[in-house]
């Protein structure tokens, strides 16, 4: 098997300044998010840390004292105060529910969709249970999982199929299909 060599992406080759990974808690957005800024050559920014960052306390701590509803509105503002360039979004999994922050990262570059199974996602969430999920007394997981699953096929420029790689094969199926998308949005004319 031969491996393909990536040198970091030019600025022509990409249409916009960021590239967005969504999906569940556990789908592996922030390990994903590593490899692929190392093979752009970009910066990582985790918005869940970001969000820590503003308040100074885990993620969890923050959802217990606000609740769903109030979290997924601070979540929001902090998305669309982000301006960057050349840099990977790893979001929370909660990011689809407000419009705005849905909306504020289309404008930054493509959203790519790690689609991860549900029982994946329920066994890597239990061994990080104090990750921070932004969960509704009485919600399960699983409720979880089949309501935003319509909210990042909506969302998302591409899915990818992040259940069964290795997160570098994930992170190069994300550039290539950035890679594809720019020369599609910017054709080369030959003589």
């Keep these: 098997m031969r491996l393909m060599a990536f040198s970091p992406i030019s ?6 300044s960021c590239i967005t990974l969504i999906g569940m808690a556990g789908a592996g957005k922030s390990t994903v998010g590593r490899q692929l800024a190392r093979l752009l050559d970009w ?7 970001l969000i820590e960052s503003v308040y100074g306390v885990s993620l969890q701590d923050i959802t ?6 109030a979290f997924l509105d601070v979540e929001a503002t902090v998305i669309c105060a982000i301006r ?8 929370g ?6 419009e705005s922050a849905m909306a504020h990262l289309r404008s930054l570059g493509p959203i790519v969709y790690l ?4 029982p994946v996602i329920l066994e890597r969430i239990a061994r990080n249970p104090l990750r921070g999920l932004a969960i509704a007394p009485g919600q399960s997981v699983e409720d979880l999982f089949r309501e935003r699953e319509a909210l990042y096929a909506r969302y998302a420029d591409c899915a990818i199929d992040a259940g069964k790689i ?8 994300v550039l290539e299909y950035v890679r594809a ?3 599609a949005a910017h054709p080369r004319h030959t003589a």
């Design 43 to 49: 910066k990582l920014v985790d918005t869940d840390q």
């Design 93 to 98: 999994g909660s990011v689809v529910y407000r």
């Design 64 to 69: 217990d004292r606000l609740g769903k509803e």
């Design 115 to 118: 689609d991860v199974p549900l």
């Design 166 to 173: 290795l997160p570098e094969a994930c992170a190069k199926a």
């Design 84 to 91: 960057a360039h050349r840099v990977v979004l790893a979001t």
């Design 11 to 16: 600025p022509s080759e990409c249409r916009q």
């Design 181 to 183: 998308d720019a020369i």
